[in-house]
């Protein structure tokens, strides 16, 4: 083996290690179904400043693709439905396209995905038997060119895919689309491509809000869905489609597929009869969303499981057609300015971002655990927050000041509270299956300090307390910290192996 492809083996090595290290992500959809929207480039300075680093797009415009050139955005590109035809007859059509479109701008332009065509199921079966010879082409003319690992090639799909949804454990991807996903679901496993899904809970409180509860839907809900078969407890509507999905590709032994969310989000205006369709509600649930996903929490049968999520849309956009919804998904209005102040970090206060979720008479609240419940239900519990739940335990150690008195309910009530204000004090951050429970009455003890709103600090050994930092700030230091020992890992390994 030379020497030079020794150190280009490690690089590449090292590379794909700190990819994986990266962790969940939050994009944003550049839809332009529109007549008054910015320029691309003003469209490029509004996404740096507000600091998104994924993007959405629905085409290969090269205005757009110019614009985001040198911004450090990945971008995901999309091949329209009108277009499958000739992608999949002909190899050459892919080439071309690939060697005109995307060449030139790449790797400039950060390009990372490719969607080959967008919700075929909901058109016509004539439509889903293009998409996986064309998904095949553009994988094909990316191989010719080397860029086939680093660009994956995948195709996007509405929540009809599935049979049945509910309970998750049950889910099942349709019969009726059995020829089109047996060898879609091989050429993403192979090739290592995600399941791309968009999923709205919105439409399904809208057009069931008897059996929908418009909290389940905004992750408010201080109540919990179970799923009978498996009894995993479900506080949200998206964790459940989620989890159908999962459960569908596990039942087709598909279990090494990731599940990417390429679409979800809540319009802020509706027609009469979308009376959910608000400002606030949009607020709510795209925070919440935010907040749920950068903190790497994972879902009920995936807890931990990373998940990038694309929220729809940037702009209102005045040519969709169909109800007012449909014209005002998005975060910002033409001019640029906000449809309402959404924290992209997902690090903001939910009470302050939802004026809904804490209800006391000071603003302060902590979560302390239930006496009416079960020592296994709080062990549980317990073990949840101080694991994946990623609350710092050590306090209740032996010898540490929140140790004593040893007892289940003291240590559990220490670990929920923790995660309640780590997670933004809401309702379902106090939930903990029915164990948690809700004060006004701040329970710290003698050296035993409790984290709150107002402080966020917890105690140390030697009764001074330290700072405590959002879960998702902690997430990102883990990742740094990992990150960086990776890299003198292989920093070293590569002078080594430079040297022999």
């Known amino acids: 083996m030379g020497r030079g492809f020794r150190l280009i083996f490690a690089a590449s090595l090292l590379l794909m290690l700190l990819d994986l290290c990266r962790g969940s992500t939050v994009g944003i959809c550049y839809g332009r179904n529109a007549d008054d929207l910015p320029t691309p480039n003003k469209v490029a300075q509004l996404v740096q400043q507000h600091n998104i680093k994924y993007l959405r797009i629905y085409d290969s415009n090269i205005q757009v693709l110019k614009a985001f050139a040198n911004t450090g955005v990945e971008l995901i590109v999309g091949i329209s439905n009108s277009d499958l035809l000739p992608f999949s007859q002909f190899q050459s059509n892919a ?6 479109s995307i060449l030139p ?4 332009t950060k390009i990372t995905y490719i969607t080959v065509g967008a919700e075929a199921t909901e058109i016509s079966s004539n439509v889903t038997a293009l998409v996986v010879p064309a998904m095949q082409n553009i994988f094909t003319a990316l191989r010719k060119v080397g860029l086939h690992k680093r660009i994956k090639v995948s195709t996007t799909h509405s929540l009809g895919v599935l049979s049945r949804s509910f309970p998750p454990s049950a889910g099942a991807f349709s019969s009726n ?24 809970p919105y439409y399904a409180y809208r057009d069931s809000p008897n059996n929908v509860s418009l909290d389940y839907a905004l992750f408010k809900s201080s109540s919990e869905v179970i799923d009978p078969n498996t009894g995993l407890l479900y506080t949200n509507m998206f964790d459940a489609q989620i989890d159908a999905l999962y459960f569908a590709l596990m039942a087709l032994n598909f279990r090494t597929i990731k599940i990417m969310v390429t679409e979800t989000g809540w319009p802020s205006k509706g027609s009469a009869k979308e009376t959910a369709a608000t400002p606030d509600n949009a607020l709510t649930y795209n925070t919440n969303l935010i907040r749920h996903v950068i903190n790497n ?47 992209f970090t997902g690090r903001g206060s939910v009470d302050v971002i939802t004026g809904a979720n804490i209800t006391s008479s000071n603003g302060t609240t902590w979560c302390i655990a239930s006496s009416n419940a079960s020592e296994m239900d709080l062990k549980s519990a317990l073990d949840w927050a101080c694991g994946p739940g990623n ?22 009530s220490f670990a929920f509270n923790s995660y309640y204000q780590q997670n933004g004090a809401t309702d379902v951050a106090c939930s903990f299956g029915g164990a948690g429970l809700k004060v006004d009455k701040n329970p710290s003890y003698d ?19 330290i700072s405590s930092t959002t879960s998702s700030q902690a997430g990102e230091v883990h990742i740094l910290a990992l990150s960086y020992t990776i890299m003198t890992f292989f920093l070293s390994f590569i002078l080594i192996i430079g040297n022999v």
């Not at 050296?447 to 140390?460: D, H, L, R």
């Open 297 to 343: 929490t994972g879902t009920p049968a995936k807890p931990g499981e990373e998940l990038d999520v694309y929220i729809f849309s940037l702009f209102n956009e005045n040519r969709k057609p169909g109800l007012a919804s449909e014209r005002n998904w998005g975060l910002f209005y033409p001019d640029e300015t906000s449809v309402y102040n959404l924290d």
């Open 105 to 108: 701008y790449y790797p400039a």
């Open 447 to 465: 050296k035993c300090i409790y984290m709150s709103a107002g402080n966020n600090k917890t105690a140390t050994s030697n009764a001074t307390a």
């Open 177 to 200: 689309y059995a020829s089109f996903l047996k060898p879609l679901l091989i050429f993403l496993a192979e090739n290592q491509s995600p399941f791309m899904i968009d999923i709205y």
């Open 391 to 412: 609350v710092d335990c050590s306090a209740i150690q032996p010898s540490q000041p929140c140790y004593e008195p040893d007892t289940l309910v003291s240590h559990a």
């Open 95 to 100: 080439d071309t396209w690939l060697k005109n």
